[in-house]
Protein backbone atom coordinates (compact mmCIF):
# COMPACT_ATOMS: atom_id res chain seq x y z
CA UNK A 1 0.00 0.00 0.00
CA UNK A 2 1.21 3.38 -0.93
CA UNK A 3 1.84 6.27 2.04
CA UNK A 4 -1.00 8.08 0.41
CA UNK A 5 -3.32 5.47 1.37
CA UNK A 6 -1.86 4.58 5.00
CA UNK A 7 -2.68 8.79 5.22
CA UNK A 8 -5.82 7.96 4.39
CA UNK A 9 -6.36 4.82 6.38
CA UNK A 10 -5.56 6.61 9.32
CA UNK A 11 -7.71 9.72 8.26
CA UNK A 12 -10.98 7.17 8.30
CA UNK A 13 -9.21 5.63 11.52
CA UNK A 14 -9.07 8.91 13.61
CA UNK A 15 -12.34 9.89 12.20
CA UNK A 16 -13.91 7.21 13.92
CA UNK A 17 -13.14 7.87 16.91
CA UNK A 18 -13.56 11.74 17.30
CA UNK A 19 -16.49 12.19 14.83
CA UNK A 20 -18.79 9.42 14.44
CA UNK A 21 -21.59 11.22 12.66
CA UNK A 22 -19.22 11.98 9.43
CA UNK A 23 -17.58 9.37 9.27
CA UNK A 24 -20.84 7.54 8.90
CA UNK A 25 -22.01 10.39 6.49
CA UNK A 26 -18.69 9.65 4.34
CA UNK A 27 -19.20 6.29 4.42
CA UNK A 28 -21.93 6.73 2.07
CA UNK A 29 -20.31 9.02 -0.55
CA UNK A 30 -18.74 7.13 -3.84
CA UNK A 31 -15.17 5.37 -3.24
CA UNK A 32 -13.36 7.48 -5.17
CA UNK A 33 -14.23 10.80 -3.01
CA UNK A 34 -14.53 9.13 0.25
CA UNK A 35 -10.52 9.02 1.79
CA UNK A 36 -10.69 12.54 0.73
CA UNK A 37 -13.99 13.66 2.84
CA UNK A 38 -12.06 11.41 5.51
CA UNK A 39 -9.24 14.04 5.25
CA UNK A 40 -11.17 16.92 5.56
CA UNK A 41 -13.34 15.93 8.37
CA UNK A 42 -10.58 14.39 10.40
CA UNK A 43 -8.84 17.35 10.10
CA UNK A 44 -11.58 19.55 10.82
CA UNK A 45 -11.89 16.97 14.11
CA UNK A 46 -7.97 17.99 15.12
CA UNK A 47 -8.50 21.54 15.58
CA UNK A 48 -11.94 21.27 17.11
CA UNK A 49 -10.53 19.51 19.64
CA UNK A 50 -7.60 22.04 20.45
CA UNK A 51 -9.50 23.91 23.03
CA UNK A 52 -10.25 20.97 24.61
CA UNK A 53 -6.39 19.25 24.93
CA UNK A 54 -4.51 22.76 26.23
CA UNK A 55 -4.07 24.63 29.43
CA UNK A 56 -3.77 28.40 28.18
CA UNK A 57 -4.58 29.92 25.48
CA UNK A 58 -1.45 30.26 23.86
CA UNK A 59 -0.95 26.67 23.81
CA UNK A 60 -4.01 26.66 21.13
CA UNK A 61 -3.00 29.23 19.19
CA UNK A 62 0.49 27.30 18.61
CA UNK A 63 -1.35 24.74 17.60
CA UNK A 64 -4.25 26.73 15.03
CA UNK A 65 -0.53 28.29 13.71
CA UNK A 66 0.68 24.71 12.91
CA UNK A 67 -1.90 24.40 10.92
CA UNK A 68 -1.91 27.88 9.44
CA UNK A 69 1.97 27.35 8.18
CA UNK A 70 1.44 23.54 6.85
CA UNK A 71 -1.46 25.26 4.77
CA UNK A 72 0.63 28.26 3.20
CA UNK A 73 3.26 25.04 2.27
CA UNK A 74 5.62 26.12 5.34
CA UNK A 75 6.82 23.23 7.75
CA UNK A 76 7.15 20.85 4.74
CA UNK A 77 8.90 18.13 6.94
CA UNK A 78 6.50 18.13 9.65
CA UNK A 79 3.43 17.51 6.92
CA UNK A 80 4.40 15.03 5.98
CA UNK A 81 5.37 13.29 9.13
CA UNK A 82 1.48 13.77 10.22
CA UNK A 83 -0.48 11.31 8.44
CA UNK A 84 -4.05 14.25 8.41
CA UNK A 85 -1.79 17.02 7.07
CA UNK A 86 -0.16 14.83 4.52
CA UNK A 87 -3.69 13.91 3.55
CA UNK A 88 -5.45 16.74 3.44
CA UNK A 89 -2.70 19.25 1.52
CA UNK A 90 -2.77 16.11 -1.23
CA UNK A 91 -6.93 16.70 -1.44
CA UNK A 92 -6.35 20.12 -1.70
CA UNK A 93 -4.12 20.13 -4.91
CA UNK A 94 -6.50 16.77 -6.36
CA UNK A 95 -9.30 19.28 -5.93
CA UNK A 96 -7.89 22.42 -6.64
CA UNK A 97 -9.55 23.67 -2.98
CA UNK A 98 -9.62 26.72 -1.91
CA UNK A 99 -6.89 26.79 0.76
CA UNK A 100 -8.13 30.78 2.16
CA UNK A 101 -11.68 28.72 3.47
CA UNK A 102 -9.57 26.47 5.38
CA UNK A 103 -8.06 29.22 6.91
CA UNK A 104 -11.04 30.91 7.78
CA UNK A 105 -12.36 27.95 9.85
CA UNK A 106 -8.99 27.89 11.19
CA UNK A 107 -9.29 31.72 12.24
CA UNK A 108 -12.87 30.67 13.41
CA UNK A 109 -11.61 28.33 16.01
CA UNK A 110 -9.15 31.51 18.00
CA UNK A 111 -12.86 32.28 19.65
CA UNK A 112 -12.53 28.70 21.09
CA UNK A 113 -9.44 29.48 23.01
CA UNK A 114 -10.61 32.74 24.98
CA UNK A 115 -13.72 32.76 27.25
CA UNK A 116 -14.75 36.19 25.69
CA UNK A 117 -18.61 35.95 24.81
CA UNK A 118 -20.13 35.98 21.66
CA UNK A 119 -21.73 39.64 21.39
CA UNK A 120 -24.75 39.40 19.25
CA UNK A 121 -26.41 36.75 16.81
CA UNK A 122 -24.54 37.80 13.91
CA UNK A 123 -21.24 37.06 15.20
CA UNK A 124 -22.57 33.60 15.83
CA UNK A 125 -23.53 33.30 12.82
CA UNK A 126 -20.48 34.29 11.50
CA UNK A 127 -18.64 31.64 13.40
CA UNK A 128 -20.62 28.95 12.50
CA UNK A 129 -20.44 29.42 9.09
CA UNK A 130 -16.60 29.68 9.58
CA UNK A 131 -16.46 26.84 11.22
CA UNK A 132 -18.65 24.51 9.78
CA UNK A 133 -20.68 26.04 6.39
CA UNK A 134 -16.73 25.95 4.98
CA UNK A 135 -16.90 21.90 5.48
CA UNK A 136 -20.14 21.65 3.41
CA UNK A 137 -18.55 23.67 1.01
CA UNK A 138 -15.37 21.91 0.76
CA UNK A 139 -16.79 18.61 0.80
CA UNK A 140 -19.67 19.90 -2.32
CA UNK A 141 -16.48 20.70 -4.14
CA UNK A 142 -14.66 17.40 -4.04
CA UNK A 143 -17.95 15.82 -5.18
CA UNK A 144 -17.81 17.86 -8.02
CA UNK A 145 -19.68 21.36 -7.20
CA UNK A 146 -18.52 24.84 -6.98
CA UNK A 147 -19.29 24.84 -3.23
CA UNK A 148 -23.14 25.15 -3.05
CA UNK A 149 -22.85 28.28 -1.15
CA UNK A 150 -26.50 28.76 -0.86
CA UNK A 151 -26.84 25.30 0.50
CA UNK A 152 -24.05 25.51 2.16
CA UNK A 153 -24.07 28.23 4.72
CA UNK A 154 -27.34 27.94 5.92
CA UNK A 155 -26.39 24.05 6.58
CA UNK A 156 -23.81 25.18 8.65
CA UNK A 157 -25.27 27.56 10.88
CA UNK A 158 -27.76 24.72 11.53
CA UNK A 159 -25.30 21.74 11.97
CA UNK A 160 -23.10 23.67 14.50
CA UNK A 161 -26.28 25.65 16.29
CA UNK A 162 -27.35 22.08 16.85
CA UNK A 163 -24.30 20.93 18.43
CA UNK A 164 -23.61 24.24 20.34
CA UNK A 165 -27.09 23.26 21.88
CA UNK A 166 -26.23 20.15 22.45
CA UNK A 167 -22.99 20.88 23.97
CA UNK A 168 -24.69 23.75 26.47
CA UNK A 169 -24.30 21.22 29.68
CA UNK A 170 -20.45 20.34 29.30
CA UNK A 171 -19.71 24.17 27.77
CA UNK A 172 -21.45 25.41 31.40
CA UNK A 173 -19.37 22.19 33.39
CA UNK A 174 -15.92 24.49 31.79
CA UNK A 175 -17.67 27.98 32.24
CA UNK A 176 -17.72 28.80 28.17
CA UNK A 177 -20.46 30.45 26.97
CA UNK A 178 -21.29 30.22 23.15
CA UNK A 179 -24.61 32.04 23.37
CA UNK A 180 -25.00 35.50 22.11
CA UNK A 181 -24.69 38.13 24.72
CA UNK A 182 -27.83 40.32 23.47
CA UNK A 183 -29.90 37.18 22.93
CA UNK A 184 -29.18 36.50 26.70
CA UNK A 185 -29.95 39.90 27.17
CA UNK A 186 -33.17 40.02 25.62
CA UNK A 187 -34.11 37.02 27.35
CA UNK A 188 -33.28 38.63 30.86
CA UNK A 189 -29.99 35.96 31.20
CA UNK A 190 -26.72 36.68 31.84
CA UNK A 191 -23.25 34.37 31.56
CA UNK A 192 -23.03 34.02 35.19
CA UNK A 193 -27.19 32.92 35.60
CA UNK A 194 -25.70 29.87 33.04
CA UNK A 195 -22.75 29.44 34.91
CA UNK A 196 -24.88 29.29 38.45
CA UNK A 197 -26.91 26.32 36.34
CA UNK A 198 -29.96 29.29 37.63
CA UNK A 199 -32.96 30.61 35.94
CA UNK A 200 -33.98 27.11 34.26
CA UNK A 201 -37.36 27.99 33.20
CA UNK A 202 -36.14 31.09 31.50
CA UNK A 203 -33.09 28.97 29.75
CA UNK A 204 -35.75 26.36 28.49
CA UNK A 205 -37.45 29.27 26.44
CA UNK A 206 -34.15 31.31 25.15
CA UNK A 207 -32.74 27.52 23.91
CA UNK A 208 -36.49 26.97 22.28
CA UNK A 209 -35.86 29.83 20.50
CA UNK A 210 -32.43 29.10 19.46
CA UNK A 211 -33.54 25.30 18.43
CA UNK A 212 -36.49 27.60 16.40
CA UNK A 213 -33.53 29.49 14.18
CA UNK A 214 -31.49 25.82 14.05
CA UNK A 215 -34.45 24.63 12.15
CA UNK A 216 -35.30 28.03 9.92
CA UNK A 217 -31.39 27.04 8.71
CA UNK A 218 -32.02 23.29 8.25
CA UNK A 219 -35.62 23.79 6.27
CA UNK A 220 -33.67 26.65 3.74
CA UNK A 221 -30.62 24.21 3.07
CA UNK A 222 -32.56 21.41 2.62
CA UNK A 223 -34.29 23.50 -0.09
CA UNK A 224 -31.71 24.54 -1.73
CA UNK A 225 -29.46 21.30 -1.66
CA UNK A 226 -33.06 19.66 -3.72
CA UNK A 227 -31.50 22.00 -6.44
CA UNK A 228 -28.18 20.44 -6.73
CA UNK A 229 -27.30 17.69 -9.48
CA UNK A 230 -27.94 14.25 -7.37
CA UNK A 231 -23.79 13.88 -7.17
CA UNK A 232 -23.21 16.89 -5.08
CA UNK A 233 -26.30 16.37 -2.76
CA UNK A 234 -23.48 13.84 -0.82
CA UNK A 235 -21.99 16.42 1.03
CA UNK A 236 -25.13 17.09 2.69
CA UNK A 237 -25.96 13.56 3.92
CA UNK A 238 -25.13 15.27 7.30
CA UNK A 239 -28.05 17.17 7.23
CA UNK A 240 -30.17 14.24 8.18
CA UNK A 241 -28.94 14.34 11.77
CA UNK A 242 -29.61 18.14 13.82
CA UNK A 243 -33.81 16.62 13.40
CA UNK A 244 -33.09 14.12 15.29
CA UNK A 245 -30.96 16.00 17.92
CA UNK A 246 -33.25 18.92 18.08
CA UNK A 247 -36.58 16.23 18.56
CA UNK A 248 -34.00 14.35 21.57
CA UNK A 249 -33.31 17.85 22.97
CA UNK A 250 -37.35 18.96 23.11
CA UNK A 251 -38.22 15.30 24.34
CA UNK A 252 -36.41 15.80 27.59
CA UNK A 253 -37.14 19.28 27.93
CA UNK A 254 -36.51 19.14 31.30
CA UNK A 255 -33.54 20.54 33.35
CA UNK A 256 -31.44 22.44 30.62
CA UNK A 257 -28.27 21.66 32.31
CA UNK A 258 -28.82 17.97 32.51
CA UNK A 259 -27.31 16.25 29.47
CA UNK A 260 -29.20 15.36 26.40
CA UNK A 261 -29.29 11.55 26.12
CA UNK A 262 -27.50 10.60 23.06
CA UNK A 263 -29.47 8.88 19.97
CA UNK A 264 -28.89 5.54 19.32
CA UNK A 265 -26.17 5.05 16.75
CA UNK A 266 -28.53 2.82 14.73
CA UNK A 267 -30.75 5.94 14.46
CA UNK A 268 -28.43 8.40 13.11
CA UNK A 269 -27.04 5.53 10.63
CA UNK A 270 -30.83 4.97 9.57
CA UNK A 271 -31.54 8.36 9.02
CA UNK A 272 -28.26 8.84 6.99
CA UNK A 273 -29.29 5.93 4.61
CA UNK A 274 -32.89 7.51 3.96
CA UNK A 275 -31.77 11.23 3.47
CA UNK A 276 -30.16 10.98 0.13
CA UNK A 277 -32.49 13.89 -1.05
Known amino acids: MRQTDDNYSLCGEALHEADRDRWLAAMFAPDAARPHLFALYAFNAEVARISDHVSQPILGDIRLQWWIDALNGERPDEVLANPTAAALLETIEEFDLPRKELLVLLEARRFDLYDDPAPDQAFLDKYCEDACSVLFALANRILGGDGAPEA????????????????????????????????????????????????????????????????NDLDEAKQAVRDLPKPEREAFRLLALPELYLREMERRDGDPYAEPAEVAPWRRQWALWRNGF
Open 152 to 215: SAPAGRAYALTGLLRALPWHVARRRCFLPADFLARHGLTRVDLFARAKAGTVKAALAELRALAR
